[in-house]
């Protein structure tokens, strides 16, 4: 049975937390992010993101923390969740999966560290290749730590979603729009 929850993934500076804000509004819907709630902890752990990930490879108490935070929001109505493996935790849900090149990853992640007061706290870079060296590094943590601790041979195949978007090619209320129409189809579909 379909779920009414939309469950947001993608590439790291694709604009999970933007379009998942813009959406709930949108519907009127509450929202929760996996990514800020991760945040939250580095900060609280006092260490960066990258570091917090790092950790999460010998201990796997951070990711179960963490998904079990996502499955209990899972738990509600009306919720858009922005997390990389929400898709898994609420297969009912419509999967969403916003796509972007890391060239253009970046340069977003650069700008929103100068507004995103949470991300400066837990992501210290400064420069668009020190952004790169971290979303690579933290993309093969991710994935290394996901196929050990669920069996999930890879969080960003495009396969796992009912709908992808390439947010280089559709600006944010494009975007927006475009998975309201689209989930409201699916809610409608038997």
């Known amino acids: 049975m379909k779920k009414e929850i939309i469950t947001i993934a993608g590439a790291l500076g694709g604009g999970k937390s933007s379009t998942a804000d813009l959406v709930a509004k949108k519907l009127g819907y509450q929202r929760f992010s996996s ?12 260490m960066s993101l990258n570091e917090l990930s790092t950790l999460a490879q010998t201990d796997e108490s951070i990711d179960v923390k963490i998904d079990e ?9 009306k919720i858009v969740i922005d997390s990389r493996l929400a898709f898994h935790w609420i297969p009912d849900s419509f999967k969403v999966y916003l796509d ?12 929103n560290l100068k507004e995103n007061t949470l991300r400066k706290q837990s992501e210290n870079a400064q420069t668009p290749e020190e952004i790169e060296k971290k979303i690579n590094s933290r993309l093969a943590s991710e ?3 996901y196929k050990e601790l669920y069996g999930i041979e ?37």
């Open 35 to 46: 990514g800020d709630f991760m945040r939250k902890l580095a900060v609280k752990m006092n």
């Open 143 to 145: 994935k290394k730590r």
């Open 69 to 77: 935070e996502v499955k209990k929001a899972g738990e509600q109505d």
């Open 154 to 190: 890879d969080h960003t195949d495009k396969s796992n979603f009912d709908l992808v978007i390439d947010t280089n090619k559709n600006n944010l209320d494009q975007v927006v729009n475009l998975i309201v129409s689209e989930y409201q189809k699916w809610l409608g579909a038997n």
């Open 100 to 111: 972007l090149p890391p060239q253009i990853a970046k340069k977003r992640i650069l700008n």
